[in-house]
């Protein structure tokens, strides 16, 4: 695995829709990741969830982004993402009371410093 020496993290939050039309008209939003939740006689409502993308410089130069929604949920114990949530994981990895690593190209880790560093 790959340590993380600088992260940056970009949070897009969830979203609904409700559009009017044939399925040309919600085309656009299935291209941009939000789901079909229901279709009446013309009527859809989409959704998109929340996603967390963060991008990380490892210690041998590479750079890796991923969608770690759920790494940070799960760490954090928390069951709903929030900026604030991001911002604190942030803060702690800039306080360095965690480390992150990459684990090839499909996947990241988190940990509290000091329980795994290598």
Request: no cysteine.
């Amino acid at each position: 695995m790959i340590r993380a020496k600088r992260i940056s993290a970009r949070y897009i939050k969830a979203d609904k829709v409700r559009l009017q039309g044939d399925h040309r008209a919600i085309e656009p939003y299935l291209n941009k990741g939000y789901n079909i939740i229901t279709s009446a006689n013309g009527n859809w409502v989409l959704a998109r969830n929340a996603k967390v993308y963060v991008t990380m410089e490892g210690e041998d130069g590479s750079i890796y982004t991923y969608n770690m929604r759920m790494q940070i949920l799960e760490f954090y114990g928390r069951v709903k993402i929030s900026e604030n949530l991001v911002n604190e994981f942030l803060r702690d990895f800039n306080e360095n009371k965690i480390l992150v690593y990459a684990n090839g190209t499909y996947a990241a880790l988190i940990e509290k410093a000091g329980e795994g560093e290598r």
